[in-house]
């Protein structure tokens, strides 16, 4: 069964710092990867979606890398801003699979 | 843009109550599915629609159940609802077909509380 870890649950950085959430799955037979945002009391926000045959995509200040081998991903946020301030939330899905397992979140807060 | 609403955003239903929870999405999206999320445990999949009609089970479906009559819209039933049951509900929808993989796009979530 697949599993997925996020470390460290929480993190607080001061504005303008680059930062980097980990994300780390059991199975490496994963179809694809999405990270995603959460504001308090909200609904999820797609970020990034990683194809399995993909190593990393970018979207502006927001880069995540695939490392499908050693199950790992990361996303690396750039100059951080206090509207970063989320929890990230990162998902698993398998082939032929449409259900994503998820991980717990990371809480990021910037301090301005 | 895809746009996948909820029917409330806070709802409070008194124990024994039937509870019906509406999602609506735009995108003519095959794939549908209902989430709840618990501090602590994260989200966690309760079924989900691969079509009109058609449900499969999640990873919690006891007390719950569903009902897909149009692709646009799947509902979740509380057929009589508990107190463990109050929980923040997700929705999603995705598009199955090559080149999507199956990227979900979640609604704004139904904050349910159960007296």
Not at chain 2, 72 to 85: G, P, V
Not at chain 2, 99 to 112: I, K, M, S
Request: proline share 4%; net charge neutral; charged share 20%.
């Amino acid at each position: 069964k697949q599993e997925v870890t996020q470390i460290p649950a929480a993190l607080s950085v001061p504005e303008g710092e680059n930062l980097v959430l980990n994300c780390s799955f059991t199975d490496s037979a994963i179809y694809n990867l999405q990270w995603f945002r959460q504001d308090p009391g909200k609904g999820l926000t797609s970020l990034l979606l990683i194809q399995s045959s993909q190593r990393e995509q970018t979207s502006g200040r927001l880069n995540a890398s695939l490392d499908k081998s050693s199950g790992r991903s990361t996303l690396y946020i750039a100059a951080s801003q206090p509207g970063d301030s989320a929890t990230y939330l990162c998902a698993v899905s398998g082939f032929g699979n449409e259900k994503l397992t998820f991980g717990t979140g990371t809480r990021l807060t910037i301090i301005p | 843009d895809v746009k996948v609403t909820q029917s409330s955003r806070y709802l409070v239903k008194r124990t024994g109550e039937k509870v019906f929870l509406e999602c609506v999405q735009d995108m003519d999206h095959e794939n549908m599915f209902w989430y709840r999320q618990d501090p602590g445990l994260g989200l966690r999949l309760i079924y989900f629609s691969y079509d009109v009609k058609m449900k499969e089970k999640g990873d919690i479906p006891e007390g719950y159940s569903v009902s897909r009559e149009k692709k646009e819209r799947f509902s979740l039933i509380l057929e009589s609802a508990s107190t463990n049951q109050t929980s923040m509900y997700l929705c999603a929808s995705s598009f199955w077909g090559q080149g999507t993989y199956n990227e979900q796009f979640f609604g704004p979530g139904t904050r349910l509380t159960v007296l």
